[in-house]
């Protein structure tokens, strides 16, 4: 039952946030989706990435775009669409939507332990990690040792975007 | 009705002199304790970042500048992937293969690859704080 009225505010502000003509209450009605985002991950025992779109899709990711706002106007101008365009929009759309639901219909069933996701490596690392690691926290785990060139490739990317932001944003500040 | 500054207002001024050491606190305890429940570097940094980010907000880029400069935000966003980097090579100095933490001179491999994960994570996290503050410095403007 909250799972539904999450999923329905979910919709409900990606909505007013594409509809709003104030690109400030855009701005928040985005960290709204991202806090209740946060709660679906929670519902879904990922604590863990909860947290990341807690701390980094509600906070840091609405002050730079509030940032970045500071820089143009913070009023939408208005531009109408041709009905013919609207049409070929909706066509897309409708396509594309119809493709992604196509799509999960092959996917196993929520909880389903016989899931490719939950028979493959799964086991080991739920299993042995804590001997093997040493850190009790199987998501750690896997991120700073088992995948540890993929985080450090996720952090050497991290830095390669504030170097770009400085190669073309540099002024005195 | 004078103009006043958008940095002069003493509630919000004092409730960010409050608040910050806080946040601060809290990011390092996040980033110390990836290892035990949820959060991590990543989470840390960007806490750590994003407190430091609301100082600027009240104070202002220049006040900001003071307490971080250009220089210092640069290096930190570098000095975090050295830090990561480094502890790959130290491992391959101990003998092991590149981040294998297991070989690192420890009384056990779990005692290694707790430490070495804990390294890792401050680094992380050094490297995305670092980053954020400097988007913000660049990207944000000055109120007037």
Redesign the interface.
């Known amino acids: 039952m909250i799972d539904f009225a999450l999923l329905f505010f979910l919709v409900v502000c990606a909505v007013a946030a594409i509809q709003m003509r104030d690109l400030l209450s855009s701005i928040m009605l985005l960290g709204i989706y991202s806090f209740i985002m946060a709660v679906v991950w929670t519902r879904l025992n990922a604590v863990d990435v909860a947290f990341t779109e807690a701390s980094v899709g509600a906070g840091i990711t609405t002050i730079l775009l509030i940032a970045a706002l500071s820089r143009t106007r913070r009023m939408e101008t208005k531009q109408c669409v041709p009905p013919a365009n609207l049409l070929i929009y909706g066509t897309v759309i409708l396509l594309t939507s119809a493709v992604l639901l196509y799509g999960t219909l092959d996917m196993p069933t929520y909880g389903d332990p016989g899931a490719p996701a939950h028979s493959h490596v799964a086991p080991r690392y739920l299993e042995k990690s804590y001997e093997e690691v040493g850190v009790p926290n199987v998501v750690t785990a896997v991120l700073a040792s088992y995948r540890g060139y993929d985080t450090l490739g996720e952090t050497t990317v991290i830095f390669g975007a504030g170097i770009c932001v400085i190669l073309l944003l540099r002024r005195k500040i | 009705m004078s103009e006043r500054s958008a940095y002069e207002h003493v509630i919000k001024r004092a409730m960010t002199k409050l608040l910050v050491p806080f946040i601060q606190l809290f990011a390092f305890y996040?980033i110390a304790h990836?290892?035990?429940?949820?959060?991590?570097g990543?989470?840390g940094g960007?806490?750590l970042?994003?407190g430091f980010?609301l100082y600027v907000i009240t104070f202002g880029?220049?006040e900001g500048?003071k307490r971080i400069s250009?220089i210092t935000s640069?290096l930190l966003?570098?000095a975090?992937?050295l830090v990561?980097?480094t502890v790959?090579f130290v491992c391959m100095a101990a003998g092991g293969h590149?981040?294998e933490?297991?070989a690192l001179p420890f009384s056990?491999?779990?005692?290694?690859?707790?430490l070495a994960?804990f390294v890792?994570?401050l680094?992380?996290g050094i490297?995305?704080a670092?980053?954020?503050i400097?988007?913000?410095?660049?990207?944000?403007?000055e109120l007037k």
């Open positions: 996040v990836g290892d035990i429940g949820p959060g991590g990543f989470q960007v806490i970042g994003a980010i880029m220049n500048r250009r640069d966003s570098a975090g992937v990561y980097a790959g590149y981040l933490y297991a056990s491999p779990q005692l290694a690859g707790h994960i890792i994570e680094g992380v490297t995305v670092g980053v954020m400097t988007l913000y410095f660049l990207i944000g403007r």
